[in-house]
């Protein structure tokens, strides 16, 4: 395997100040907290402060006093991209090409039918890699974690505390209730699995009452590291009834109204360019529905909204301690979702009886469908899992008002991604990324670089090129281009991003040679970055 040598294993606040310019941390200012707020199969246009109806007021707020961007890219999964977020690695040098260990028949399998014995598919995170909370406690900081880990649960030491984290509660699986984490799926605190909860119960406030006591357990000056992985709006559907009852009906104008209107909003943000028009409709007509297929649409997707304005009520509560402790303006927190919205099971009304929606045992459905998951993905083609944008774009908020106050919900369009986030934590909280961890293990090099440079310098270039694959899902970012190959295809696609970003023009045949350059550049990647052998 011949992994590239020429990344700089190494790295302090001082090596990317001499990088990117006088924007690096230096040793003798005081270190950040630093809050990462990750959400789950939530869509593009779904946040107002992207377009989006959703009253979210607690994240455009956030939003305001920092700087969007609008071409940060994820894996399109939940658990390839908590994988490369933890680590700054590509998911498959982490271990988790595909899909992470869930729960699994312990008496018919050895071990997790998904480990398919080489590096790049084991569903889980190896010791070639460091997280975050690892490189972070060795530059003095607390470590803590609340919500969806999905990187590893087999045996204990997969578990965040083993992993670099002080503290810990959440659910180690891909997906539980959000009313009873129960069985495999249940809640585990520390290293200790819990019994389901009795009484009123819901996990996005659970999550945030934990990161809240958490940060309040400090008992010095130390900064700290929060993560803070929400299951929201993941189905199943689950929300509390005084949420779903603030948007009963606000949807039954259907998913066309809902679309048009983001467009607009999103091209007065400037968080879209007029001219990209909207990704490949593949629903009915909303006209074409039945009043009873409308009003169940309807519900379904109002169930949706009150999990993502739960959520953004508890992001307001996490971000009003830290004012109350006066540690809000030398907080960096960065916002993002894990993955486009999620289609599945890929029919228009989703999985799952309206019946089903808040019944505590179930977790696997119901969801709101197809149609609804485009309308999140506005404007872009596809959902969770292709690479298409709509699969792999994310909304992306960093905020750290003692340093950034004055950009005032700026957009950035620099190309980022996942690897990118750690690079900036240890640009901001002056660490260093080893060589050897884990007992003397090589490391694999840091893929990414930080975004700090890109809000003081707009035209920083981060990337030249970026990488993707998940489930034969493939594709590669150059310049304005961007080469697609879909899991049901074997031709790659190409596509002008910056004039069509819904990715409506196919163009491989008038620029074959573009192509050619982009997919030779994908496949040196994908022999050198484990993505083969799969076997």
């Excluded at 957009?411 to 901001?428: E, G, H, K, S, V």
Aim: proline share 5%; aromatic share 14%; charged share 25%.
């Amino acid at each position: 395997m011949n992994i590239r040598k020429d990344k700089v294993l190494l790295l302090t606040a001082t090596t990317f100040a001499a990088g990117f310019g006088a924007t690096g941390i230096h040793a003798q200012e005081k270190q950040p907290n630093i809050v990462l707020i990750m959400v789950d199969d939530m869509g593009y246009s779904d946040l107002g402060c992207y377009g989006g109806e959703i009253p979210t007021p607690n994240i455009d707020a956030l939003a305001k006093q920092g700087v969007r961007f609008t071409h940060f890219y994820n894996t399109g999964r939940s658990c390839p991209t908590r994988a490369s977020l933890l680590t700054g690695l590509y998911p498959h040098q982490a271990g988790i090409g595909e899909m992470s260990e869930d729960p699994y028949n312990k008496e018919r399998f050895d071990k997790y039918p998904g480990d398919k014995g080489v590096h790049g598919y084991r569903g889980f995170l190896n010791r070639q890699s460091v997280t975050i909370a690892e490189v972070l406690k060795e530059a003095g900081y607390h470590t803590y974690m609340t919500g969806k880990w999905h990187v590893g649960m087999d045996r204990m030491e997969k578990w965040p505390l083993q992993r670099g984290f002080d503290r810990y509660y959440g659910i180690l699986s891909g997906a539980s209730s959000y009313l009873k984490p129960q069985g495999d799926r249940n809640l585990t605190l520390d290293n200790t699995s819990l019994p389901a909860p009795e009484g009123p119960y819901y996990t996005t406030d659970a999550f945030t009452d934990y990161a809240l006591e958490f940060m309040d357990s400090r008992t010095d000056t130390h900064p700290f590291f929060l993560y803070v992985a929400y299951n929201a709006p993941h189905w199943p559907l689950h929300a509390k009834q005084e949420d779903i009852d603030k948007f009963v009906g606000k949807y039954k104008k259907g998913w066309q109204h809902i679309q048009k209107n983001r467009l607009k909003k999103m091209k007065k943000l400037g968080i879209i360019d007029d001219s990209w028009g909207v990704g490949q409709w593949e629903g009915r007509d909303w006209n074409d529905l039945t009043e009873e297929e409308k009003t169940e649409l309807d519900y379904r997707m109002a169930v949706y909204v009150a999990q993502v304005h739960c959520m953004d009520y508890n992001v307001g509560r996490i971000i009003n301690y830290l004012k109350e402790k006066d540690e809000f303006d030398n907080t960096l927190i960065i916002f993002l979702s894990d993955n486009g919205a999620c289609a599945e099971p890929h029919t228009e009304k989703g999985s799952g009886t309206l019946a089903d929606i808040n019944d505590p045992d179930e977790v696997w459905k119901p969801s709101y469908g197809l149609a609804w998951a485009q309308v999140s993905n506005t404007p872009f083609r596809k959902y969770k899992v292709r690479a298409y944008e709509g699969g792999t774009t994310t909304p992306f908020i960093l905020s750290w008002p003692e340093k950034y106050s004055g950009y005032k919900g700026q957009l950035r369009n620099n190309r980022a991604f996942l690897p990118d986030i750690m690079a900036t934590f240890i640009d901001a909280g002056s660490a260093r990324y080893p060589e050897k961890y884990h007992g003397g293990n090589d490391i694999l090099p840091l893929q990414g670089n930080s975004i700090l440079p890109t809000i003081t310098s707009p035209d920083t270039e981060l990337h030249e090129y970026i990488f993707a694959e998940h489930f034969d899902n493939c594709a590669v970012w150059w310049k304005n281009w961007k080469a697609v190959k879909d899991q049901s295809s074997k031709e790659w696609e190409l596509f002008d991003i910056e004039k069509d970003r819904a990715e409506r023009i196919n163009l491989a045949y008038e620029h074959p040679e573009i192509r050619k350059q982009l997919v030779t550049k994908w496949k040196e990647w994908a022999d050198t970055h484990y993505v083969y052998p799969k076997e």
